[in-house]
């Protein structure tokens, strides 16, 4: 494999794809929950078909489906890569303007449309590594979406590669581009059957060279709590205030469990959202940890918490409502080793140092590792997502698309 030899094509798609507005919406109930983020979704579909990967396909539910056929003698697991299309709703997709910075220095990055957003080098550690390379960022008014269009990129090079390099061994490939991975329904209406994989990588990372086993178990927490009224003029001894009684349930949550005094594998409860009035209150939190075991603990913590303030309160109720959102995919990934050691032998052989992670929070792969399809999450060199400041550097997107041909080659060679 010549990769000196090779035109790439992630730059020129991932400029093309972050321009296109695919923001997800997490108030929608539809799926996908915005139809924008079909817009991509039809482009990547006739992109592969134009590269002679005939059964691409876009479902009803804005799944994208293809396949690249085995050319290998043996008999390979299917191997699947995948990448979301929506983009963050914590800060605005419409409009997206992507500048590249070549030849970096080294210096801070003022963006030229808002000079109050800049990417100062002392902030952002990772830019100490990209000296002399080529960096993409937003013009300052909107994120940039490299999470995850530098994944779709990436993953759309190597499939361009491969067909254009018979002589590469591969077996049978699935490319699946998800909607709404950001608002957490990315593998809601994956059909895992009709996928047919062995296996699966998410091209979803950040740092070059990481390749990440774990991630959070997560779960959601609504409590919804029942005041007592009166008028205010008389509502002495009498009234009991939702609104209060919330403020004091948020309040005791312990200040080293929260996301502002947390990190590696520290775990925590973290309240993101409140409503209601004097009679009705709702919380909403979403609670994090690295196993089961101290995830349920954090929720029969914060049940604690409400039993207690609302024993000051004899004409209240609440109610204490349990989602679960995802498990930490490391409890799938340990039974299949192999998944992780070819990924770390494929980033080895690109000429980068592996470096295996965890992540605080979760991908596709976390839910798509419990249906079936054992699927950490390999780098895509996006960096300060969800924001304006996001940026990615093009060698580093060149490398995760070195990784995807290393890596598919690997499973027929071991096979």
């Not at 740092?207 to 086993?213: A, C, L």
Request: aromatic content about 6%; hydrophobic content about 35%.
């Amino acid at each position: 494999m010549d990769f000196n030899q090779y035109n790439y094509t992630v730059t020129e798609r991932f400029v093309r794809y972050a321009k296109i507005d695919t923001q997800s919406d997490p108030e929608s109930i539809n799926c996908p929950s915005t139809e924008k983020q079909k817009d991509l979704s039809r482009i990547l579909v006739k992109e592969l078909k134009e590269m002679g990967i005939k059964d691409a396909e876009l479902d009803e539910h804005g799944y994208v489906y293809g396949t690249i056929e085995s050319n290998s003698e043996k008999v390979v697991p299917v191997i699947c890569f995948c990448s979301h299309v929506d983009t963050s709703p914590d800060c605005s997709g419409t409009n997206v303007n992507p500048i590249i910075h070549e030849n970096y220095a080294g210096q801070d990055i003022i963006l030229p449309n808002d000079t109050s957003q800049k990417i100062i080098f002392i902030e952002h550690p990772a830019l100490a590594d990209q000296i002399g390379n080529d960096i993409i960022t937003a013009d300052g008014n909107t994120l940039l979406g490299a999470d995850n269009k530098a994944g779709v990129a990436e993953i759309m090079d190597a499939a361009n590669y491969l067909m254009l390099h018979p002589e590469v061994k591969h077996g049978k490939i699935r490319i699946l581009f998800t909607p709404d991975e950001e608002i957490g329904r990315g593998a809601d209406k994956v059909n895992i059957k009709k996928l047919g994989a062995d296996f699966g990588y998410t091209m979803d990372g950040e740092t070059i060279g990481h390749i990440e086993n774990e991630t959070f178990s997560a779960d959601a927490v609504t409590i919804k709590i029942n005041g007592f009224t009166t008028h205010p003029g008389f509502a002495k001894d009498k009234m009991q205030h939702a609104i209060k009684i919330a403020s004091q349930i948020i309040n005791q949550i312990p200040k080293d469990k929260t996301p502002e005094t947390t990190e590696n594998k520290q775990p925590f409860i973290h309240p993101t959202g409140i409503n209601g009035g004097l009679e009705k209150v709702e919380i909403k939190f979403i609670v994090r940890a690295f196993d089961t075991e101290t995830l349920l603990a954090l929720e029969e913590e914060l049940k604690n918490i409400t039993n207690q303030v609302l024993l000051n309160y004899n004409k209240c109720s609440f109610e204490f409502i349990v989602t679960q959102q995802y498990r930490n995919m490391r409890e799938v990934l340990d039974k299949h080793p192999n998944v992780v050691n070819h990924a770390i032998e494929a980033i080895t052989r690109t000429g980068v140092k592996p470096v295996l992670s965890s992540i605080r929070g979760g991908t596709d792969g976390s839910r798509l590792s419990f249906m079936g399809l054992p699927c950490p999450n390999i780098y895509a060199g996006e960096h300060a997502f969800h924001s304006k400041q996001e940026w990615v550097s093009i060698q580093d997107m060149k490398k995760a698309v070195e990784t995807i041909i290393q890596l598919v080659n690997i499973w027929e060679e071991k096979s």
